[in-house]
């Protein structure tokens, strides 16, 4: 079945770097890839997603990029804010599964 | 907030008992699906039902069950609890459309 993996497990920058999140999954058939942000108490929310056919996507500080050849995706963020800090997952899924198969997330820390 | 709404939002209760975990879908999704996240599994898909239908199964234990009502909202059943259920179960919903999923705020299961 398909498989995610995510790395770092957990990842320490100082404001306004930027954070990098990297994500690869084994089902070449996969063709969409959420990101999901998950602060403390609270449930996932979803900050971006791209879809098999779209190299990179783009919205303000977050970017997604795409290599299905390598069968691997990330997150960048850039300028990063204390309000970023959090934990973060990838996620993949087929659209005949619906189900989204999820990394083991990232705690990010962003040190003001 | 996602729009999704989940009741209780914490529960305690003993081994071998039964439980309800109750979830109100985005206005318009027609999909709900359910969720657990512990620390050693991380995110796992459980099921998913469309319309009032069952859709798509993950690894879903024998002694939980769902259904989904006409009014679309969605009903985890969990019995015979065992102090490995503890954990957060995330209810999310879905306009089928895409494969965009919105997840509630989710409900703190602990088995003493």
């Known amino acids: 079945g398909e498989n995610v993996e995510q790395h770092p497990s957990t990842l320490s920058v100082q404001e306004g770097d930027s954070a990098v999140i990297k994500c690869t999954y084994s089902d070449s058939a996969s063709n969409y890839f959420p990101w999901y942000k998950q602060e403390l108490g609270k449930g996932p929310q979803l900050i971006i997603d791209?879809?098999?056919?779209?190299g990179e996507k783009k919205d303000q500080r977050i970017a997604v990029t795409l290599n299905k050849t390598a069968k691997h995706f990330s997150l960048h963020i850039t300028e990063t804010q204390p309000e970023d800090s959090a934990v973060y997952f990838c996620?993949?899924?087929?659209?005949?599964?619906?189900?989204?198969?999820f990394g083991s997330g990232t705690r990010l820390l962003v040190r003001p | 907030d996602s729009g999704v709404t989940q009741t209780p939002k914490h529960l305690i209760t003993a081994t071998g008992q039964r439980v309800t975990l109750r979830c109100s879908p985005r206005s318009g999704d027609l999909s709900v699906y359910w969720y657990q996240q512990s620390l050693d599994q991380g995110l796992q898909f459980l099921i998913q039902y469309y319309n009032g239908e069952e859709r798509a199964k993950g690894n879903i234990l024998e002694r939980f069950s769902a259904q989904q009502f006409p009014d679309l909202h969605s009903e985890l059943n969990l019995s015979s609890l065992e102090l490995g259920d503890s954990a957060l179960y995330f209810c999310?919903?879905?306009?089928?459309?895409?494969?965009?999923?919105?997840f509630g705020p989710g409900t703190r299961l602990t088995v003493l």
């Open positions: 999310a919903s879905g306009d089928d459309n895409g494969n965009e999923q919105f």
């Open positions: 996620a993949a899924t087929l659209d005949s599964s619906y189900k989204l198969i």
């Open positions: 791209i879809r098999s056919n779209v």
